[in-house]
């Protein structure tokens, strides 16, 4: 499959990087990007052919992969929209609508929203997907296999959920960042120095997720196992309910996945 990405990245890169890894003939792929130190990087970095024009990029592709920032996206869309007719389009922009790409098309029906996150940097990401009605269930394997190079794959069944989705793993990073933020604060209360924090607070997130990952068991259970009576688990834990920690961090998911609506609406307005 040949695949045209237009906008050259963060996200386009480390998908990049995660199919050449698997194997992908970077004759296949092609990247448009505006920036000229940015199109030598990928050239050099990864053999793929790196132009400034999206369109020239897109000429011919089986899929044209958008990863450009969401307010860049109208323009761009309409550049490329003429060797579009028929390639899948994926979509990697928050909060841009299916419904929104489509018209700009001109009624394309065979795009792929897909709501990425940052650890596919890593290739630890988590990747939702919404395809719309004209995707075949070849195109879909296509995209499973496009987005499993840099971690995990989740097909919603209705496009809001991707709302909700950026609110939990779209911006879940951040809210991990702020929980390790909050422990090595009190590693340094602790007495403890800024490599000793770093190393407890990251190594005890990465442990903790790993075990929640391997096990069947939720959360709660894993949690209780860890608190013993009368210890300091418990009065840690005593201490966060009281403060209303777990409220707040549904509060809020909740309000980002108001956000992404807001903006989503925002977007679409012609
Ligand atoms: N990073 C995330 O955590 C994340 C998560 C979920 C979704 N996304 C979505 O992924 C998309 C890409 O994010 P990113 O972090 O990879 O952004 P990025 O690093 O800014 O990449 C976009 C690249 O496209 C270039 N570009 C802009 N207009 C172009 C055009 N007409 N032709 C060719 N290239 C063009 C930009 O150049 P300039 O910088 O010069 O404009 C930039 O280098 C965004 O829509 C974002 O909403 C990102």
Partial sequence: MKIAFIGGGNMATAIIGGLLARGADAAD???????????????????????????????????????????QMRTVVASVAPACASALVVSIAAGIRTADLSRW???HDRIVR????????????????????????GQRAAVDDLLGAVGKVLWVPDEDALDGVTALSGSGPAYVFY????????????????????LMSIQTVLGAA???????????????????????T???????????????FVDAIEAAAVKSRELGDAFGRD
């Fill in 29 to 71: 792929l092609r990247v448009a990007e505006i920036d000229a130190a940015a199109r030598e990087r990928l050239g050099r970095e990864f053999g793929v052919t790196a132009v400034a024009d999206a369109l020239e990029a897109a000429a011919g592709a089986d899929c044209v992969f958008l990863a450009v920032k969401p307010q």
């Fill in 105 to 107: 098309l001109g009624g």
């Fill in 114 to 137: 897909v709501m990425p996150n940052t650890p596919a940097l890593i290739r630890q990401g988590l990747s939702a997907a919404f395809p719309l009605a004209g995707v075949s269930a």
């Fill in 179 to 198: 929980l390790i933020e909050a422990m090595q604060e009190a590693a340094g209360r602790l007495g403890f120095d800024t490599e000793a924090a770093r």
């Fill in 210 to 232: 790993g075990l929640a990952a391997q096990s069947t068991e939720p959360a709660a259970t894993l949690r209780a196992r860890v608190t013993s009576k009368g210890g300091t």
């Fill in 234 to 248: 418990e009065r840690a834990l005593q201490v966060l309910e009281e403060r209303g920690a777990k409220a707040a």
